[in-house]
């Protein structure tokens, strides 16, 4: 058996008009992320992370920001797409740790329903998806709410 380990990160700037998705559910807030697609900074760093993991570069190698094909597409498409590729190297996901980086909205209530759906993208067990979320303590562009990171460290396993 083959184990590798992957870490990602990703952040976006919060604006007004746009819709608020973070680990494939939507969230009601004033503000949303800008991006290119929905901007889901935990679906992107959970992409990057199962990208590199399986040394196949990044997620804007795979799907530019500049390719009309993804504006404004679903992250949740970017991930099962991701997952298709690491499987193209006979790898899957072994688990998942991912943080969120936000000072609002506040994410204690909204993660056991992030986790499922991450999982149903996957097609792994909830018991293999930890969330988590934390705050700046109001330091920095997270602290100032100009925008959101998160950071995800995967296993992916081949046989």
Do not use: Q
Request: net charge negative.
């Amino acid at each position: 058996m083959k184990i590798r380990v992957g870490f990602g990160f990703d952040v976006h700037k919060l604006v007004e008009g746009r819709e608020l998705w973070l680990g494939g559910v939507r969230l009601e807030h004033e503000l949303g992320l800008l991006g290119h697609s929905d901007a889901d900074v935990l679906i992107h760093a959970i992409c990057d992370a199962l990208l590199g993991a399986a040394n196949m570069r990044d997620i804007g190698y795979h799907f530019p920001d500049n390719a009309g094909e993804y504006k404004n597409i679903d992250s949740k498409i970017l991930l099962a797409r991701t997952i298709e590729l690491i499987a193209t190297k006979g790898y899957k996901v072994g688990n998942i740790d991912a943080t969120v980086c936000a000072e609002r909205p506040k994410l204690k209530a909204h993660i056991p329903h992030i986790c499922e759906t991450l999982a149903r993208v996957m097609g792994i067990d909830v018991e293999d998806v930890s969330i988590k979320a934390t705050t700046t303590e109001k330091l920095g562009f997270t602290g100032r709410e100009e925008g959101i990171s998160a950071y995800a460290t995967v296993l992916i396993v081949a046989d």
